[in-house]
């Protein structure tokens, strides 16, 4: 299995040879083209996923059609509907390739039995899951609070790499704005 995810959970807790081999029999290794959808609306949610290269946008369709942005998944990130997935219910987001992708597939099933096998993984992901709540907290706040200018900036200082990947019109729509306004904010 890769060194990355070792190299990425060890940044949280400690794990000897032996707990990194049974660690890593819980994952699946899988590559997705660039535009290809690993979770569509209505689909049973089977996977949370590592992202070992690639990057990934997880989105919402209202019913109007317009499509919103919930959160993008660069290199050491995870990503899911993580309602669906831990309520094996139907997936209301959609989780699609912007680039070629490159993830380690984590079944609830497998999940569930790798907190149970190694208290340090309960640790690991109970981590990630606050760390993954701040932030969602924060660009709740971020909207509630910031004008487009502000968001773009905070865009720019948490995640440069973003600008470099994701489309503008995509990004516009991230940040709620239009793509001439991202263009205004941009210059």
Same mark, same amino acid.
């Given at each position: 299995?890769?060194?990355?995810?070792?190299?990425?959970?060890?940044?949280?807790?400690?794990?000897?040879?032996?707990?990194?081999?049974?660690?890593?029999?819980?994952?699946?290794?899988?590559?997705?083209?660039?535009?290809?959808?690993?979770?569509?609306?209505?689909?049973?949610?089977?996977?949370?996923?590592? !992202? #070992?290269?690639?990057? +990934?946008?997880?989105?919402?369709?209202?019913? $109007? &059609?317009?499509?919103?942005?919930?959160? %993008?998944? /660069?290199?050491?990130?995870?990503?899911?509907?993580?309602?669906?997935?831990?309520?094996?219910?139907?997936?209301?987001?959609?989780?699609?390739?912007?680039?070629?992708?490159? !993830? #380690?597939?984590?079944? +609830?099933?497998?999940?569930?039995?790798?907190? $149970? &096998?190694?208290?340090?993984?309960?640790? %690991?992901? /109970?981590?990630?899951?606050?760390?993954?709540?701040?932030?969602?907290?924060?660009?709740?706040?971020?909207?509630?609070?910031?004008?487009?200018?502000?968001r773009y900036d905070q865009l720019l200082r948490r995640y440069p790499a973003l600008l470099q990947r994701v489309p503008k019109t995509l990004i516009a729509s991230y940040l709620g704005v239009s793509r001439e306004t991202l263009s205004r904010?941009?210059?």
């Open positions: 299995m890769h060194e990355k995810l070792r190299t990425h959970i060890e940044k949280i807790v400690h794990l000897t040879d032996e707990e990194y081999v049974f660690v890593s029999s819980h994952f699946t290794e899988r590559h997705y083209k660039k535009r290809e959808f690993l979770i569509q609306k209505d689909e049973k949610v089977k996977y949370a996923y590592f !992202v #070992l290269s690639g990057l +990934l946008m997880l989105g919402y369709n209202d019913e $109007a &059609g317009k499509h919103h942005i919930v959160s %993008f998944a /660069l290199e050491d990130w995870w990503e899911t509907d993580f309602l669906a997935y831990h309520t094996q219910t139907k997936a209301t987001l959609s989780l699609q390739c912007l680039e070629h992708t490159h !993830v #380690l597939c984590l079944s +609830l099933e497998n999940y569930q039995r790798l907190c $149970a &096998g190694l208290q340090k993984m309960e640790h %690991f992901f /109970l981590a990630k899951a606050n760390s993954g709540h701040i932030a969602s907290q924060q660009r709740i706040l971020s909207f509630l609070t910031s004008n487009a200018t502000e904010l941009s210059s």
